[in-house]
């Protein structure tokens, strides 16, 4: 079985993993209520998408 020759020091280690980050979901405000959704969808609020209701919001 193929082993490390040497151990792999903790700066190696670390640099390797600098891109596993958690990235920030992109929040915009709504443009008919306000409300803070997901960029390029539906308010699940009101239903509104660039200004138009694109669905019927029951509540």
């Known amino acids: 079985m193929a082993v490390p020759f ?3 020091s903790k700066t ?3 640099m390797r ?3 596993y980050k958690v990235k920030a979901n992109g929040l915009v405000k709504c443009s008919n ?3 803070m959704i997901r960029s390029h969808r539906a308010c699940p609020k009101c ?3 660039k ?3 694109v669905t019927k919001v029951s509540e």
């Open 6 to 8: 040497r151990k792999v």
């Open 12 to 14: 190696s280690k670390r």
């Open 17 to 19: 993993r600098t891109h």
């Open 33 to 35: 209520c306000g409300e």
């Open 47 to 49: 239903g509104y998408y």
């Open 51 to 53: 200004g138009e209701q």
